[in-house]
């Protein structure tokens, strides 16, 4: 009994320190893991800090903006010098230009990042809409001592019309065409809208058409001048511009309020109905979407800083993609204006829900499948263990060397076991590491016996 004792004894003392030594080796590579996640995690805050609070480079968009001094020009420059207080990264250059045809083409150099255009404008599929600004209406002015009243009696008459090759000029001849006007049978001549004005209140010539918005500068001094100098303009009636919309979508039919010129005597006398074509800012869909959407939030958030400046800027407004045809959405724009829509999540939360429940299931399912399977593995391994210690028990017991040689034999079958189960995964590595340091200490206490019975039998 004193042997088997000693005999142990000395197998747990060769047994403890490799185990301390497992235990140790564990300990210092999940210290070591925990610091490597932890320094990953302080690395991945600071990047992110740094990213989203990093100085943003100053961004400026060249923007193509029409006629000096017209509408779209000068509503342009309010624009730069509101984005220029309210942004810290994005800036405009106004640039003065011909017409429409002239900015498209610089759009499409990549001579500007923005224009403004009429929408009846034609455009290649690179080009992408921001907002509309403003109405631009189709207007036929004449002194009312002329005895025009209606567009079939501009035959025969002088009528100055805009310089030959520009937008307004083709949109002269798109109302001639649906009134059948013809070329021959009017005296028209091409000219600036200033020179125009002051002709017409001259006598030189009987009528002129143009097409600005109601709130044009050099409109609204035509009418300033002819009340001073106590003339009475009438502007036309275009009575079919619902039908000329049918003809061309891009344009629309609108409504001259009355008195919108002068009160009194009130210019025009009545509601009149006329050709309506909206005035758009475009950008290509290559400029950057997030500038584009902080300009477009700057047009809209900060509109009353705008009308202030400028009084037509009240016009500016969202897209409508059910009216007509319209140039599709610049990505930028369309992300500020479904800013308010409900997110995917938002909009599938009970199916997201239904699926994380789900999903919560078949984890919590597969969880318990493996807390079954690693017990299996550790109730497998402990059958093994106590199979060693059963052998051990027996080697204590021999006191013969076949029975020895015997044990020996059943301890290397039970590790050829142990190996293949380790290959098919019915035990697990940290299970085989337990086993592996038994069995060496199962092997050397039979070592031991038979050299002690050995010594014995000399």
Request: with cysteine; glycine share 6%.
């Amino acid at each position: 009994m004193a042997e088997r004792g000693e005999q142990q004894g000395i197998a747990r003392q060769r047994t403890a320190p490799r185990q301390a030594n497992l235990r140790s080796v564990r300990q210092t590579r999940g210290l070591a893991w925990s610091i490597v996640f932890g320094l990953v995690g302080l690395c991945a805050a600071a990047g992110g800090w740094l990213y989203f609070n990093r100085e943003q480079p100053l961004v400026t968009l060249k923007v193509a903006a029409g006629p000096y001094r017209s509408d779209s020009y000068e509503m342009m420059l309010d624009v730069a010098e509101v984005v220029e207080r309210q942004s810290k990264r994005l800036r405009l250059q106004v640039m003065p230009t011909r017409d429409s045809s002239t900015n498209i083409s610089i759009l499409n150099r990549h001579s500007a990042d923005l224009a403004t255009i009429r929408s009846d404008t034609p455009v290649i599929a690179d080009v992408k809409m921001v907002a509309e600004l403003f109405p631009d209406f189709f207007q036929i002015i004449t002194r009312e001592d002329r005895q025009i009243f209606s567009i079939r009696d501009l035959i025969g008459k002088k009528i100055a019309i805009p310089p030959f090759g520009t937008d307004e000029f083709r949109s002269f001849w798109s109302v001639g065409d649906h009134y059948d006007l013809p070329i021959d049978g009017l005296h028209w001549i091409a000219m600036p809208f200033a020179t125009a004005t002051r002709r017409l209140l001259d006598g030189d010539i009987d009528a002129i058409f143009t097409v600005r918005s109601l709130r044009d500068r050099l409109l609204l001094n035509l009418h300033e001048d002819a009340r001073l100098k106590r003339q009475r303009l009438r502007i036309l009636e275009i009575e079919q511009a619902r039908a000329i919309a049918v003809k061309r979508p891009f344009l629309r039919a609108g409504i001259i309020p009355k008195g919108t010129f002068s009160g009194a005597p009130a210019v025009p006398g009545s509601d009149i109905a006329a050709s309506v074509v909206s005035r758009i800012l475009v950008s290509r869909s290559d400029v950057d979407e997030a500038l584009i959407r902080e300009l477009t939030s700057i047009l809209f958030e900060h509109r009353l800083d705008l009308v202030i400046r400028f009084a037509l800027a009240s016009a500016i407004r969202q897209p409508d993609s059910t009216a007509g045809i319209t140039i599709p959405l610049h990505a930028g724009s369309q992300a500020y204006f479904d800013r308010d829509q409900p997110s995917f999540i938002q909009e599938n939360a009970e199916p997201i829900a239904l699926g994380v429940t789900v999903a919560g299931l078949l984890i919590s399912g597969l969880l318990t499948l493996r807390a079954r399977f690693t017990s299996g593995q550790k109730n497998r391994m402990d059958s093994y263990n106590y199979m060693l210690l059963e052998i051990a028990e027996q080697a204590r017991a021999t006191d013969t060397i076949e029975g020895l040689r015997q044990l020996r034999r059943e301890l290397y079958d039970i590790l050829e076991t142990v190996v293949r189960a380790l290959d098919t995964d019915e035990v697990t590595e940290e299970g085989f590491q337990s086993f592996s340091l038994l069995w060496e200490s199962v092997r050397e206490m039979i070592k031991d016996q038979g050299e002690m019975l050995s010594g014995r039998a000399a």
